[in-house]
């Protein structure tokens, strides 16, 4: 069973601090990674994505990848009450000679004022 | 506004009862899925389809069914088959072939709920 597995939370952080959100994977194949965030109630929505070792960043986000540890994380600087969401990692498996994308269970974050 | 529309948004079944759920997309999309989410879970795939007149099983396909008939649509039934149909579900679609991209388009989401 290929898997995705993420800390389920919650995660508490305090607003202006930095929240650090972590994947691990268990296909060593997998080239894709992605992060969508999800409000309460609503749909994913995608925030970032990764295809090489090191780190991507985008405004207030940065994803970070090691392939040879198998994981992935997502950190969000100066963090405000708006982040506080479920964040899904995705990754992209080998499935019968197709790829398929494997969803985590998700991190519920909170953001303290 | 390009996007993907579902529709209900909440829907009561009784047991027994077949329910459609419709999804629609303006995106120009090839590819598009239909999700499953429990409470405190992530997505489990029920079934996608990478072009029009195919469509291939999901990880929970059973006690569903879907067609495409048309690229913007691709709607999915419920039947009573389907032991615990109470979720959300969501439609997404996507520019890449099948679920290779990764970079999912999804809809609001419909809230089924058997009594």
């Known amino acids: 069973q290929k898997e995705v597995e993420q800390n389920s939370g919650p995660l508490s952080v305090p607003e202006g601090a930095i929240a650090s959100l972590n994947c691990t994977y268990s296909?060593?194949?997998?080239?894709?990674f992605f992060w969508y965030r999800q409000y309460s109630g609503k749909s994913p929505e995608l925030i970032m994505f990764i295809y090489s070792n090191g780190d991507k960043e985008d405004g207030r986000f940065t994803a970070q990848l090691n392939k040879a540890s198998q994981y992935v994380s997502l950190l969000i600087r100066d963090s405000q009450p708006s982040d506080s969401a479920t964040y899904l990692c995705?990754?992209?498996?080998?499935?019968?000679?197709?790829?398929?994308?494997?969803f985590g269970q998700g991190t519920r974050l909170t953001i303290n004022p | 506004d390009g996007g993907i529309t579902q529709s209900p948004k909440y829907l009561f079944r009784k047991e027994g009862q077949n329910v459609t759920l419709s999804c629609e997309q303006n995106?120009?999309?090839?590819?598009m899925y239909w999700y499953r989410q429990d409470p405190g879970q992530g997505l489990r795939l029920i079934y996608y389809s990478q072009i029009v007149n195919d469509f291939q099983k999901g990880d929970i396909a059973e006690g569903y069914s879907v067609s495409r008939e048309k690229k913007e649509s691709f709607p999915l039934t419920v039947t009573s088959a389907q032991k615990n149909p109470t979720a959300f579900y969501l439609c997404?679609?996507?520019?890449?072939?099948?679920?290779?991209?990764?970079?999912?388009?999804f809809g609001e989401g419909s809230r089924l709920t058997v009594l």
């Open positions: 997404a679609s996507s520019r890449g072939d099948g679920v290779g991209t990764g970079e999912l388009f």
């Open positions: 995106l120009n999309h090839d590819a």
């Open positions: 296909d060593r194949g997998s080239q894709s």
């Open positions: 995705a990754v992209n498996m080998d499935y019968q000679g197709a790829q398929k994308l494997v």
